[in-house]
């Protein structure tokens, strides 16, 4: 008995400091920052998925939308996490910039939450950085989890008129999006309006902390990763991520036939390039129009670092966005586009 009450307590104990260590981590991100990427990735696996407030789900942040599944709320709000506190200026058109900006931008920023300047205030994002270098006037589009189909619809609704310049922010996440378009005959899928309740509501409860909670949620994670994955709906078709892309532009080539369009893909500090790789390859080919042959491609894996993101939530923080307007100013310089 009291063997096994030592094995009791010795693995109490165990559990009890991994558990005080790991909320540690959570709570001292600038501690975490200086281990190892591994460790950094299960710390920030725990953070997304027991801490962190997805922004356009929140009330007074986001807002439905028939054409889009959601916007932003227009008007102000802050937006605070564990490593920032930011505030945002929402437009009428419901993103992330002025009401002036709307009126004959002639740079417009496509992308996602990383385009959007998801932890930075609004000036350090690198739309605004860009702005500024270019003396351009240059409208963010951004909105986070826009995979490139509503990035297409959201710039249909933009003043084109003087536009100089598309600069399209892609994340591996736009593939979903991507691939149910062409599946669906090139018609976008929207979420609902009891759908989008459906995410607020569950924004609006305040994830708590718990003694093991950070435990629960590693071995729901282990659970998980030892199911079998489904295998879901056939799907029939050998596109590659790179094709749906391309597949969305030529989609929308009324509308972009005539703009010169830089692309980059961010994807967090697991940064690659293997998307950029084989859109260079893939948009050379003669068979495709001028406007894609001519899309300039740029690599950021060799310019972003880990020192670039955060160590918890894993977006661009302020240094990291004044390295992409650097290199995006650069590539405009050299192609002669301002």
């Not at 986070?144 to 100089?164: A, H, N, W």
């Not at 609006?204 to 994955?229: A, D, H, M, R, T």
Request: hydrophobic share 40%; glycine share 6%.
């Amino acid at each position: 008995m009291k063997i096994l009450f030592f094995i009791i307590l010795l693995i109490l104990l165990i559990l009890f400091f991994l558990e005080a260590g790991m909320l540690f981590l959570l709570r001292f991100p600038a501690v975490l920052r200086k281990c190892s990427r591994k460790l950094q990735n299960s710390i920030g696996h725990l953070y997304v998925y027991g801490e962190r407030k997805i922004i356009q789900f929140l009330e007074g942040c986001g807002q439905y939308h028939p054409e889009l599944g959601y916007t932003f709320k227009p008007g102000e709000f802050i937006f605070a996490e564990r490593e920032y506190s930011n505030e945002y200026n929402i437009n009428s058109l419901g993103v992330r910039d002025s009401e002036e900006s709307l009126n004959q931008p002639e740079i417009v920023i496509a992308g996602d939450s990383f385009a959007l300047g998801w932890g930075v205030d609004q000036n350090d994002t690198f739309a605004k950085i860009l702005e500024k270098k270019a003396g351009l006037k240059t409208l963010n589009t951004a909105v986070p989890s826009y995979g490139s189909v509503r990035e297409m619809i959201m710039l249909r609704r933009v003043d084109r008129s003087q536009l100089k310049c598309l600069i399209i922010q892609y994340c591996g996440d736009d593939y979903d999006e991507n691939l149910r378009y062409y599946l669906n005959g090139n018609r976008p899928q929207i979420m609902r309006a009891e759908t989008f309740q459906k995410l607020m509501e569950k924004q609006s409860v305040p994830q708590k902390y718990f003694p093991g909670k950070n435990l629960l949620l590693k071995i729901k994670k282990k659970i998980e990763e030892s199911k079998p994955k489904p295998s879901g709906v056939e799907v029939k078709t050998d596109l590659t991520d790179v094709d749906l892309f391309l597949n969305v532009l030529q989609q929308n080539e009324d509308m972009l036939a005539h703009l010169p369009i830089i692309v980059f893909e961010i994807n967090g500090k697991n940064q690659t390039n293997s998307f950029s790789t084989l859109l260079k390859q893939k948009a050379a080919d003669n068979e495709n129009p001028p406007y894609i042959q001519n899309m300039i491609v740029l690599d950021l894996s060799n310019y972003l670092g880990d020192n670039h993101f955060y160590v918890l939530d894993d977006h661009l923080n302020p240094g990291g966005h004044i390295v992409v307007a650097d290199l995006i100013y650069k590539t405009m310089k050299e192609a002669k586009i301002i």
